[in-house]
């Protein structure tokens, strides 16, 4: 009889070995925490389908990002909810806009010690609920979607951000972004550009906590498959981020991250700019829906999942378990 010579579990005799040989270390420093932010209110507003996720007041919110980067987490991206939308999204480069409010606020209370990213979009602000404005033929007309992008960038470079990260999937929006910020003397301002993303599923909850209802005209709800990628597509989405990055990204992100690690590590072979991958909100919504009911372990599930994350080849990722990670991590690491 004979016996393999070579065992791999001598390697994963007792955690200290374990710990010596994992090839992927998942730390605060990976993350980056959403933080929704609404007007209007004093108190913040549990949202439904998000458990342990809030809309903001300013005041929360300012606590929260000084609690935040005390954790050591290094960054975090606002998301604003107006009170009024229009059908152009007007608040979103209003300076006195909630998005912008908030960026000068967190600003202010952190000052250089965190990264203040901010999603640079227009459906949080429009009564239709889509990403740009919608052309005579009913669609989302590109080009003139890109001059309010640009109108928004420098709103939130005026403000104060680190990062303006568009979402919005319009074509040219890397490059249109970057000559606003430029043209308004705005040239440290990075773009981390959402390039390879979904028209998801995965996105529900984040349109309650955000107050989205996308209009799809004639009564019928509406979805953004006629800017946002095919979930089919794997090679498009290499497309995306090649152009991103010859129009000026300075980062590039995969979205949603779980069903996409193929494209996560194929990005990651493509181009070496840093690479992020967003778990977003229906990935985090799952994993507390089956916890409440005792199916799985919340906390054993969040590591594992924003390790496998890094592990496709993300440098860094933006989830709604931020701040659960940050504190397992300070209180005895993350395994
Ligand atoms: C668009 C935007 C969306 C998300 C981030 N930015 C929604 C969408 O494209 O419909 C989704 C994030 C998540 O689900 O957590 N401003």
Known sequence: MSFPTRRPRRLRRGEAMRRLVAETHLTVEDLVAPLFVREGITSPAPIRS????????????????VELAGLGV??????????????VGSCAWDPEGILQHAIREVRSE??????VMADLCLDEF?????????????????????????????????????????????DGQVAAIRSAL??????????????????????????????????GGEGVAGDRRGYQQDHRNLRESLLEIRDDVEQGADMVMVK??????????????????PLAAYHVSGEYAMVHAAAERGWL?????????????????ADFVLTYFARLLAEMAADGGLR
């Open 126 to 170: 429009t009564d239709h609920g889509h990403c740009g404005v919608i052309g005579a033929d009913g669609d989302v007309d590109n080009d003139r979607t890109l001059e309010l992008y640009q109108k928004v960038a420098v709103a939130q470079a005026e403000a104060g951000v680190d990062i303006c990260a568009p979402s919005g999937m319009m």
């Open 182 to 215: 430029d043209s308004a003397g705005a040239q440290d301002t990075a773009i981390l550009a959402y390039s390879a993303k979904y028209a998801s599923a995965l996105y529900g909850p984040f349109r309650d906590a955000v107050g989205v209802e996308i209009d």
């Open 50 to 65: 998000l458990p342990g996720v809030v809309q903001h007041s300013i005041e929360s919110l300012r606590k929260e990002c």
């Open 110 to 115: 952190v000052g250089r010690d965190m990264v």
């Open 256 to 273: 949603p991250a779980l069903s996409y690690l193929d494209v996560i590590a194929a990005a990651r072979g493509e181009v070496d700019v």
């Open 74 to 87: 290094p960054a975090v991206i606002l998301f604003g909810v107006p009170e009024e939308k229009d059908a």
């Open 297 to 313: 372990d919340l906390e054993a599930v969040a590591v594992e999942q924003t390790t496998a994350i890094k592990r496709a080849g």
